[in-house]
Nanobody, 124 residues
Framework: QVQLAESGGGLVQAGGSLQLSCTAS????????LGWFRQSPGKAREFLAA????????YYSAAVRGRFAISRDDPTNTAYLRMNSLKPEDTGVYYC?????????????????WGQGTQVTVSS
């Protein structure tokens, strides 16, 4: 089991950058594939990015490819989502998640562990 906690959200102007962190407050991240998801106001939660165990492969949704970067640092039990060129439509609650076997397709039931989320607001 692992418990996840996101941090690093906040208010940023369009075109700016933020880096979110996901830390394991209990357990370790190494055995899990990791993903980032977002829920924007009035919308369903959507997949953003994933990284497999051992940093083997990374996956991105079309909405964020080229602007966001997922990374993991297993010795510190921390994952990151670096977000550049932010747009107002990137506003939402950002969640990190962990799963034993993640495909990279962003299928939510592959992720058994979720953080509480961190709010990101991008102003125009």
């Amino acid at each position: 089991q692992v418990q996840l906690a996101e941090s690093g959200g906040g208010l940023v102007q369009a075109g700016g950058s933020l880096q979110l962190s996901c830390t394991a407050s209990a357990g370790t991240l190494g055995p899990y594939g990791l993903g980032w998801f977002r829920q924007s106001p009035g919308k369903a939660r959507e997949f953003l990015a994933a990284v497999k165990q051992n940093d083997a492969s990374k996956y991105y949704s079309a909405a964020v490819r080229g602007r966001f970067a997922i990374s993991r640092d297993d010795p510190t039990n921390t994952a990151y989502l670096r977000m550049n060129s932010l747009k107002p439509e990137d506003t939402g609650v950002y969640y990190c998640a962990a799963g034993d076997q993640v495909s990279g397709w962003g299928i939510e039931y592959e992720y058994g562990y979720w953080g509480q989320g961190t709010q990101v607001t991008v102003s125009s």
